[in-house]
Each structure stands twice: as C-alpha cells, then as structure tokens.
C-alpha cells in the first residue's frame, strides 16, 4: 500500500533559527498519526508546511505520490487536504451553514450569497451536523455563538462534507471542555473508520493513546522516534519528547 502522505526531510529556517531541521513520515489511509512534542519542537511548523503555509527550506512533501511542495493553501485543501485549528478554522461572524461553505459556493457569485443559496447551505449543514450527532441549538446563529467544541465539529464537518483524504488537526482539543473533548475524540475515529488519514498534534496523553495508531516524537526540530501505543508508554513518550536517548 502506497502512504496517502509522505514528508521526506522537511526543514524550515526562520532567520538564524531551524524550527525544523530534518523530518520524515508517512501516513496511510485510515491511519491517525500523533505529532508530539514540547513546545517549540516543531510541530506547527511542519503542518503548515504540508498545508502550504510555510515553503518548506528543504524537503518534499506528496499526497498520493504527487508533490504537493510550493502549492497554495487553497490548492492543498482542493486537492483533499484540510486543516483544522482551534480558533482559526472558521468565520465568526457567518452560521455554521455558510462556514460549511467558505471558500468553496460563496466566491462563485458577484452579488454575494443569495438567500435561496444561503438556505439551501443552512439546510445541507444540519444534515450533515445532524448526521454527526451534532446538535446545534439555533443554525442561523452566527459561530462566535458556539461554545468550542461546537466550533471544533463544525470545523471537522467541513472535512466530512467535502470528503477530505487527509485532516490536520493542530491541539484540536486543548481549549475545550471534557464533554466537548469525547466529541471531537468519537469524530477523530469516524473519520478514520471511513478511511481518513489523521495528522493529530496533541498535548494530552490520554489523547495521543486513544486516537494515535503511530506516535511520532520530535524534539527540536527532528524526529526523536516513532512507536506505536501498544509498544509504549507515557513516561518513554515524555522522555523521548525531553529529547533524550530513545
Ligand atoms: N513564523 C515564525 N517566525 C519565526 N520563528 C518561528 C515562526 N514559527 C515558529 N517559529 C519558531 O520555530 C520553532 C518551532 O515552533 P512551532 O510553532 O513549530 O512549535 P510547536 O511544536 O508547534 O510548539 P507548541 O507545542 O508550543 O505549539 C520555535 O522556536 C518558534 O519560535
Ligand atoms: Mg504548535
């Protein structure tokens, strides 16, 4: 089986520092990789780098064996790729409707959105939040309204809904509540039962156990090892994450 990903010796330089300085891994449909990592190790860095926010300073990065390297965030997301933050994901001030479809239905107009077209999208929306076992209490309300795990599912809907091969998820979970966390934790194995892959940069050791079928360690900038959880436990991960001997 070819992997759906492959990072081939990314490094990014910022000024005199490198954030990352070598670092490689695939991942495989259906397959959640954990990025983990102290603070500063590198992890944002090497997302955005596969989601075209950062031009890598070295390396490669291909998606179904095409490269991926130097193409637009809009690109890589056309092309199957979605990430996911915490807060950035989504536009505050629309519903969970028009957040459905943000930067894909809306641009195609000159008058703006029209109402039938923002029904329309408002209706799609419930199907597919309601489809998620995700209830929200008032649809046309605009998302700076939702509480965080609902901003997070919606988020992941979108992934859902345009039928994303990969999902990117940065600390998806480290601002919300712990009923709020099972939801996003139970949408992390939907998606990969229906063969998402999953890039999962998470702090929360219980977390990174649960959803991770590979856990991969960086430690300033490289990859400090990779295990599966069965093959593991917290304190190796923690130690390797110190960036001592694997
Ligand atoms: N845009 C930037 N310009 C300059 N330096 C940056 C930039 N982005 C990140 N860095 C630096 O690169 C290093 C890695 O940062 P990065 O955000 O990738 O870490 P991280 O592993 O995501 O950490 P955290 O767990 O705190 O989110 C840090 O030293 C950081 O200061
Ligand atoms: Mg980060």
């Known amino acids: 089986m070819t992997p759906l990903l492959k990072a081939r010796g990314l490094k990014k330089r910022f000024g005199g520092n490198e954030a990352v300085k070598d670092v490689s891994f695939d991942v495989n449909e259906g397959e959640c990789v954990v ?20 031009v890598p300073t070295a390396g490669e990065v291909f998606f179904n064996d095409q ?7 809009n690109a890589v997301r056309q092309s199957g790729i979605e990430t996911i933050y915490q807060d950035l994901a989504l536009a505050d001030n629309l519903d969970p409707g028009l957040n459905l479809y943000l930067g894909r239905e809306a641009t195609r ?11 329309a999208m408002r209706e799609r929306a419930q199907e597919v939040l309601e489809g998620l076992g995700i209830v929200i209490p008032d649809p046309s309300a605009p ?9 997070q599912a919606i988020a992941i809907a979108r992934a859902i809904h345009w039928k994303a091969k990969l999902v990117i998820m940065d600390e998806p979970t480290a601002a919300l509540g712990v009923p709020e966390q099972r939801e996003v934790m139970a949408l992390i194995e939907r998606l990969k039962s229906q063969g998402v892959g999953i890039i999962l ?3 929360n050791l219980p977390d990174i156990f649960a959803a991770g079928d590979r856990i991969i360690v960086l430690a300033r900038g490289v990859v400090a090892g990779e295990r599966k959880p069965s093959e593991t436990n917290d304190e190796e991960i923690v130690r390797m994450m110190m960036g001592a001997t694997l």
């Open 109 to 119: 107009r000159i008058f703006g959105i029209s109402f039938v077209a923002r029904r």
């Open 201 to 203: 940069i998470s702090h």
């Open 67 to 73: 490269l991926l390297t130097g193409q637009s965030p």
């Open 35 to 54: 990025l983990a990592g102290d603070n500063g190790a590198g992890k944002s860095t090497v997302i955005k780098m596969i989601s075209g926010v950062y």
């Open 143 to 151: 998302v700076r309204d939702l509480s965080g795990g609902q901003r």
